[in-house]
C-alpha cells in the first residue's frame, strides 16, 4: 500500500509569494494533518482536517490556511511568506478519530526554503 | 496545552550498547507515539503506545499512563538506530479531535561501529 504522499519535496520562494502545499493520505484513511518543523525543533502542530472539516488549529497566523477536497487529498495554504516560514512541512494521515484509529503516518515533508 | 520533555537530548553509543530514552508529559494523553526521524525528514511510527508495553524486534515501549512518561527501549544498538528519536502525545476529549500532536524536542542518538 502506499504511504502518505506530499509534493513538491522542494521549493524555494521569496518573501511576500504564497505557496500551495499538497498531499495524499494512505488509502482508507480520513483524517489528514498538517505540521510545520523548523531545524533543530520537534513538528509543531498546524491543522487538522477530518472528513472534509477543520477539527483543529494550532496557534499559526491567518496567512496558514488548509483545507480537505472530497477524496481526503488537501492543501496548505501560506500567503505573504515571511523567512521564518522556512521549515520543513509534513503531512500526516489517520484512518479516524478515535483509539487506534488515530495513530498518524507520516509523509516525507516538503521541504521550503523563503530568501 | 501538554508540554512534552524528552531526555537525554543526546546520546552517543558503541555499537550493541542498550539504551532507554524518555518522555515525560504535563498531562494525561490519549495518543501517544514514538517516532524516528531519518536524515531525509521522514517520519518512522516504531510505537503507538497511548499504555502498556509493546515490542518489535530489538525496540520496545512502555507507557505508565497514570504518571505520565513513556520509555523507548533500543537493545543491541546498530549504526542504522542512529536517528532522532521524538516521541509525541495528544488529547482529545468528548467528540472533538484527537488529531493534535505535540511533539518533544527530541533525543539525538549516535551509535558508532
Known amino acids: 500500500d502506499a504511504g502518505v504522499t506530499q509534493s513538491p519535496t522542494h521549493l524555494i520562494k521569496t518573501r511576500g509569494q504564497q505557496v500551495t502545499l499538497r498531499c495524499s493520505p494512505i488509502s482508507g484513511h480520513k483524517s489528514v494533518s498538517w505540521y510545520q518543523q523548523v531545524l533543530g525543533q520537534g513538528p509543531q502542530f498546524i491543522f487538522q482536517?477530518?472528513?472534509?472539516?477543520?477539527?483543529g488549529r494550532g496557534n499559526f497566523p491567518d496567512r496558514f490556511s488548509a483545507r480537505q477536497f472530497p477524496n481526503y487529498s488537501s492543501e496548505l495554504n501560506v500567503n505573504a511568506l515571511l523567512l521564518g516560514d522556512s521549515a520543513l512541512y509534513l503531512c500526516?494521515?489517520?484512518?479516524?478519530?478515535?483509539?487506534?484509529?488515530?495513530?498518524?503516518?507520516f509523509g516525507p515533508g516538503t521541504r521550503l526554503t523563503v530568501l | 496545552g501538554i508540554q512534552v520533555e524528552q531526555s537525554p537530548p543526546d546520546l552517543i553509543l558503541q555499537e550493541g550498547a542498550n539504551s532507554t530514552l524518555r518522555c515525560n508529559f504535563s498531562d494525561s494523553v490519549n495518543n501517544l507515539q514514538w517516532f524516528h526521524q531519518n536524515p531525509w525528514g521522514q517520519l518512522i511510527n516504531l510505537f503507538y503506545?497511548?499504555?502498556g508495553t509493546k515490542q518489535n524486534g530489538r525496540l520496545s515501549a512502555t507507557t505508565v499512563a497514570t504518571e505520565r512518561y513513556s520509555l523507548l527501549y533500543i537493545s543491541s544498538s546498530q549504526t542504522t538506530d542512529s536517528g532522532v528519536y521524538f516521541c509525541?502525545?495528544?488529547?482529545?476529549?468528548?467528540?472533538?479531535?484527537?488529531?493534535?500532536?505535540?511533539f518533544g524536542q527530541g533525543t539525538i542518538l549516535t551509535v558508532h561501529p
Open positions: 500526516a494521515s489517520s484512518r479516524g478519530q478515535l483509539g487506534t484509529y488515530n495513530e498518524q503516518f
Open positions: 503506545i497511548p499504555s
Open positions: 509525541a502525545g495528544g488529547i482529545g476529549t468528548g467528540g472533538t479531535s484527537y488529531g493534535k500532536l505535540t
Open positions: 482536517y477530518y472528513e472534509k472539516e477543520e477539527r
